[in-house]
């Protein structure tokens, strides 16, 4: 009994360690070497314009036309998209996505549509 205390205290810290990672904010998920990375599209008109369209064409079903959020998917447009997550933070998000809250991986677009969509949404206004 008493060596069955420690293994039980153990696997009640290792899920409350497991449900808080998975629980985590997904900013602080992403690696360092992607939070470093640069988007070679960066304010490029044409980018945008790209990026637009790829929005409309796969992201505007849930986050509206507009981006600023319908349902239960969230706006685009808040600080936290437009200040503090970074073009290569974002960029990682929509590689990996957040199946858990219904984001799905952009995986299988090629890089220079998902750096395009990361153009596109940097260029949104925020809101206020």
Known sequence: M???VPIVMFLIFSAGVLAA??????LTQV????????????????AIQAGRLLFEEHCAECHGENAQ???????????RIQTEANEGELHWFLI????RHGMPSWSKLP????WQLVSYLKSLKAEN
């Open 21 to 26: 990672a998975v629980s985590a904010d997904w």
């Open 2 to 4: 008493k060596r069955r």
């Open 96 to 99: 990996n996505g957040n199946i």
């Open 111 to 114: 890089d220079q549509q998902i």
């Open 69 to 79: 959020g319908k349902k239960k998917r969230p706006s685009l447009r808040t600080p």
């Open 31 to 46: 690696p360092p070497r992607d939070r470093q990375k640069n988007n070679p599209y960066h304010d490029q008109p044409l």
